[in-house]
């Protein structure tokens, strides 16, 4: 039987899951804890021996091995841009969509300290842009100039004004910086153009980054680290949604995926005014988004959920529990491999997950303002209009071990309470139950035919 193994060396488990290639069908999954810090391996063969408890192998030929990781803290990038509102959010939304954690964002000309500041995050990749192309040069070559003199070894991605691209080339060369230029990420003012820099940074991850994070051993077992695992959940939800030559997709749709540190939103949708007389304003929006939420998670950032949402945003979600809301979200985050086994420990972690999913929601969302002009209240709509998305997709351990998912999901859902978040009206719930997302985000690299239709087996209705 041929078959694919598809690895995801991640930062808690090193998730493993097998695909016969011939019935589309998953034929086992296992995990065990990532060993990144000692030989990645380790974890690697524990999580392998689980899955050979769980099915024969005798007669399985694995033909593809395949892998992404966001092992040793992921992909961390620092991103530079010219205005804050544009170019700068232009290179961190490129940043998101390969994968990243965005250490920081950065505009304007660099000073002294804002570099101490980049070099003390300790970043895996700089996105370095800023001007629309023929538009503003100073800044970015300033910047770059900066970033050759302190930089070192961390690897600069140059996505800028395309006419300041050879002065940089001279000044990187010189100083002896890893670089790689690539398309300006706004080539017109309000454009953007983020595959180009997706790519690029893919590349470095799979060259540079990938084996300073000790995970070159891995290489000699799979065909290459192929991509940070938030991006293989990015382009299986693509595909998912567009389908390919020859397998429809299902449609626009949004996934939430609920950890213990982040919450991270992917859309899939054009994001253009639904209702008649709205007008667009602001940067164009990706239609493949990622947003992550690092102050909304289930344990590692409790207490910053509590912070963000507020003990009453919370209680409206469980509004019994025993517990005093504050020191139960510290305890959470004191004790993170905590699983709740008690009723009221599962109420107050599905509490968590719904104020997650409304409040990730409402920061991936476009939203809808009234103007009053002379002539009268005009309707603008700054980020994506989401109102009539198809499906909506929960991944992530509250959702997947519920008893109860759709009603965590729902809490994503448009509201009146709310009117002004374009969240969607009436979406189908889905689940992905068996966690193979990012599995089928590797395996649709090669096999996207296939990929499609296993995730139409495979995710179901909540």
């Known amino acids: 039987m041929d078959a694919a193994l ?7 488990y090193t998730k493993l899951t097998a ?6 069908e998953i034929l086992a999954t296992a995990k065990d804890l990532t060993t990144v810090q000692t030989d990645i391996m380790i974890g690697f063969n524990k999580a392998f021996d689980k899955l050979k408890e769980k099915i024969d192998l005798s007669n399985v030929n694995f033909v593809e091995k395949l892998a992404c990781s966001s092992a040793a803290g992921g992909l961390k990038m620092i991103a530079i841009g010219l205005v804050p509102e544009l170019t700068a959010e232009a290179a961190k939304r490129a940043a998101l969509g390969a994968g990243a954690r965005i250490l920081g964002v950065y505009s304007y000309e660099l000073t002294k300290h804002e570099m101490d500041e980049i070099l003390s995050k300790n970043p895996d990749i700089i996105l370095l842009a800023g001007g629309t192309d023929g538009g503003n040069r100073d800044c ?13 070894s961390v690897p600069v991605v140059v996505a800028g004004n395309k006419n300041a691209q050879e002065e940089i080339e001279e000044i990187f060369k010189e100083a002896g910086v890893y670089f790689k230029i690539t398309e300006n990420v706004m080539p017109r003012l309000n454009q953007i153009n983020v595959e180009p820099a997706r790519e690029v940074i893919r590349e470095i991850f799979m060259e540079k980054i990938v084996e300073a994070k000790g995970m070159k051993k891995a290489e000699s077992f799979v065909r290459g680290i192929l991509m940070p695992t938030p991006a293989a959940v990015l382009k299986a939800a693509r595909v998912l949604a567009d389908g390919t030559d020859k397998e429809e997709g299902i449609g626009e ?3 939430i995926d609920i950890g213990g540190a982040t919450t991270d939103v992917h859309s899939i949708a054009s994001g253009e005014p639904s209702k008649a007389g709205v007008t667009l304003r602001g940067l164009q929006e990706p239609y493949a988004k990622r947003t992550v939420e690092g102050d909304l998670g289930m344990r590692v950032s409790a207490v910053s959920l509590w912070e963000a949402a507020g003990t009453r945003r919370i209680k409206k979600f469980v509004p019994n529990t025993p517990y005093e809301i504050e020191d139960r979200c510290r305890y959470l985050q004191a004790n993170v491999n905590f699983i709740p086994e008690k009723e009221e420990d599962v109420e107050f972690d599905e509490a968590m997950g719904m104020v997650a999913t409304e409040m990730a929601m409402e920061r991936h969302v476009g939203i809808i303002e009234s103007v009053y002009t002379p002539m009268g209240i005009i ?3 700054v980020g994506k209009d989401l109102l009539n998305v198809r499906y909506l997709i929960g991944t992530g351990g509250v959702i997947v071990h519920s008893q109860n998912p759709k009603k965590i999901l729902s809490a994503g859902k448009f509201t009146m309470e709310s009117p002004n978040y374009l969240k969607p009206t009436n979406p189908e719930i889905l689940i992905d139950k068996t966690y193979i997302l990012s599995a089928m985000g590797l395996l649709a690299e090669k096999y996207p035919d296939k990929a499609i239709r296993i995730m139409k087996k495979y995710i179901v209705k909540a």
């Open 140 to 152: 970015i070559i300033h910047n770059a100039k900066l970033l050759a003199k302190y930089i070192g």
């Open 253 to 255: 749709l949004i996934i």
């Open 19 to 24: 695909v016969d290639l011939e019935n589309e």
């Open 6 to 12: 598809l690895i995801d060396f991640g930062s808690t």
């Open 379 to 381: 309707y603008s709509q």
